[in-house]
C-alpha cells in the first residue's frame, strides 16, 4: 500500500512571499488533515476533510492560509503571505471514513519542512 | 488550553531496561488514546492504542496503561532497544475523529 505522499519536502522562502503545499493521500481514505509542527511541539491540526468538504477548521489561520481538496482526493495547503512564525513541518495524514468504531488511527505522510527567512 | 501534556520533554535509559513515558489529559470524555513514534524527517507512525474502556493493551514490547481516575495513561518498552529512540507523542481521540497531540517525549536508549 502506498503511503501519503507530500511535497516538497523543504521550502525556504522570505516573509510575505506565498508558498504551496500538495498532499495526495492514501487511496481510498476519505478524512484528510492538515497539521502544523513547530519545532519542540507536537503536532497541531489545522484543517480536516471529509471528501471534498471541511469538518473542521477552527484553528486554520484564514487571512494567511487557505486549503482546498479537490475532488475528494489530493489536496493543498497555501501560505500567503508567509510570516517568520509560519516556519515548520507541515503534515499531511489520511484516515478511513469517520463514524467507523475504534481508535482513529492517522497515516501520516513525511511532511514539508518550510523556513520563513 | 492544552488538553493533552506530556511532562517530560526527554528521558534516557540503558539498553534492556523499561522505558515509560507519561501522558496526562483534561476531558474525560475522551474515545480512544494513541501513541505514535517520530523519528528525523520522518512523518509520525502509530504504535497503539487503547480505547477508554479498557486499562491495558499490550502489543509485544509495548504496553499501554489507562488510569482514567487520574486522566493519565502511560507507554512502556521493555525491554527497551536503541532502536526505540525516537520522540513519542500521546494523541486523544474524540467524537470528532480528530486527534489532538500532546508535546511529545525524546527517547534515548543508550546501548
Known amino acids: 500500500e502506498a503511503g501519503v505522499a507530500q511535497s516538497p519536502r523543504y521550502k525556504i522562502i522570505e516573509k510575505r512571499q506565498s508558498v504551496a503545499f500538495w498532499c495526495n493521500p492514501i487511496?481510498?481514505?476519505?478524512?484528510l488533515y492538515w497539521y502544523q509542527q513547530i519545532l519542540g511541539q507536537g503536532p497541531k491540526l489545522l484543517i480536516q476533510?471529509?471528501?471534498?468538504?471541511?469538518?473542521?477548521d477552527s484553528q486554520l489561520p484564514k487571512d494567511r492560509f487557505s486549503a482546498e481538496r479537490l475532488k475528494g482526493v489530493d489536496s493543498t495547503l497555501k501560505i500567503q503571505p508567509a510570516k517568520l512564525e509560519d516556519s515548520a513541518v507541515y503534515l499531511c495524514a489520511s484516515s478511513l471514513a469517520q463514524g467507523l468504531s475504534g481508535a482513529n488511527v492517522l497515516t501520516f505522510g513525511a511532511g514539508s519542512r518550510l523556513t520563513v527567512l | 488550553d492544552q488538553q493533552v501534556k506530556q511532562n517530560s520533554p526527554s528521558l534516557s535509559v540503558q539498553e534492556g531496561r523499561i522505558s515509560i513515558l507519561n501522558c496526562d489529559y483534561t476531558?474525560?470524555?475522551?474515545?480512544?488514546f494513541l501513541w505514535y513514534k517520530k523519528y528525523p524527517a520522518e512523518g509520525p507512525t502509530f504504535l497503539i492504542s487503547i480505547s477508554s474502556i479498557k486499562d491495558k493493551n499490550e502489543d509485544g514490547r509495548f504496553t499501554v496503561f489507562l488510569n482514567k481516575s487520574a486522566k493519565h495513561l502511560s507507554l512502556h518498552i521493555v525491554p527497551s532497544q536503541p532502536g526505540d529512540s525516537a520522540v513519542y507523542f500521546c494523541?486523544?481521540?474524540?467524537?470528532?475523529?480528530?486527534?489532538?497531540f500532546g508535546g511529545g517525549t525524546r527517547l534515548m536508549v543508550k546501548p
Open positions: 476531558n474525560s470524555m475522551f474515545d480512544y
Open positions: 476533510f471529509q471528501n471534498n468538504g471541511v469538518v473542521d
Open positions: 487511496s481510498g481514505h476519505a478524512t
Open positions: 494523541a486523544v481521540n474524540n467524537a470528532g475523529n480528530m486527534l489532538t
